[in-house]
């Protein structure tokens, strides 16, 4: 069984549903550390032709608050301003109408935190997408927030009962093999490097939201570029 841990991000760029697509169970982990000027609330757009960031507006959010417990900004400004400039900077796009609606369900949707409202975001996704990946929250699950690091990582890996643990390409420098070995677990990691498709720019932006690669894809393209293809 294949697994990933992951930070909830809102609309993730394209690697993160790579990660997702390649696992039969992914946790969401929402009850470690807020990072901030992260991109736990926010992401980038083009707009304009020029990557842009759209952010989620949170309250009283520190690195020595959990996830799980960061609230976003109630009122509804944000959040019309958001879908404005969506609308703005791609109604011109393929697949504008699907996207903007999926994007306003998740922009509306009930949530009071941000690890709420972006577990949405990839929710919302990997059902367009038709990705039948298992989530699970670490906050509800494991009952392991004292230990920390790779041994938390590996205890999730145990109650789960995997046999390999996935990870983005960047994260290599994070983990060592031989510790995954001795825990009976294979360590692989997924090349997120972006394949160009056609964008509303002269270059190619990589690293965007996958809201910028669903407006230009349809979903059979779109599940191609994150290695989702039916029968794999």
């Known amino acids: 069984m294949k697994l990933a841990v992951m930070q909830p991000y809102f609309f993730p760029y394209a690697g993160y549903f790579c990660l997702l697509a390649a696992v039969d169970r992914f946790v969401f982990y929402d009850d470690v550390h807020y990072i901030k000027s992260g991109w736990i609330n926010r992401n980038r757009l083009l707009l304009g032709g020029e990557p842009s960031y759209f952010t989620v507006p949170v309250v009283n959010a520190s690195c020595s608050t959990r996830i ?27 697949h504008f109408g699907a996207v903007y609606e999926l994007v306003q369900s998740v922009v509306f949707a009930k949530a009071d935190s941000i690890s709420e409202l972006a577990k949405a975001s ?61 825990a009976g677990l294979t360590l ?45």
């Open 68 to 94: 799980s417990d960061v609230a976003i900004v109630a009122n509804g400004k944000w959040r019309r301003k958001m879908l404005e400039s969506l609308r703005h900077g791609y109604s011109a796009a393929p």
């Open 122 to 182: 990839v929710y919302a996704v990997a059902k367009y997408l038709e990705v039948d990946t298992h989530f699970v929250d670490s906050s509800s699950s494991y009952d392991n927030a004292s230990l920390r690091g790779v041994e938390r990582v590996l205890d999730i890996c145990r109650r789960e009962q995997a046999t390999h643990y996935i990870n983005l390409s960047g994260g290599r420098s994070l983990y060592e093999p031989e510790c995954f070995r001795a």
């Open 188 to 232: 692989a990691f997924v090349d997120s490097k972006a394949t160009p498709y056609p964008q509303f720019s002269v270059t190619f932006q990589p690293a965007l939201s996958i809201v910028d690669l669903l407006m230009h894809n349809a979903p059979s393209q779109a599940r191609s570029h994150i290695g989702a293809e039916k029968g794999q």
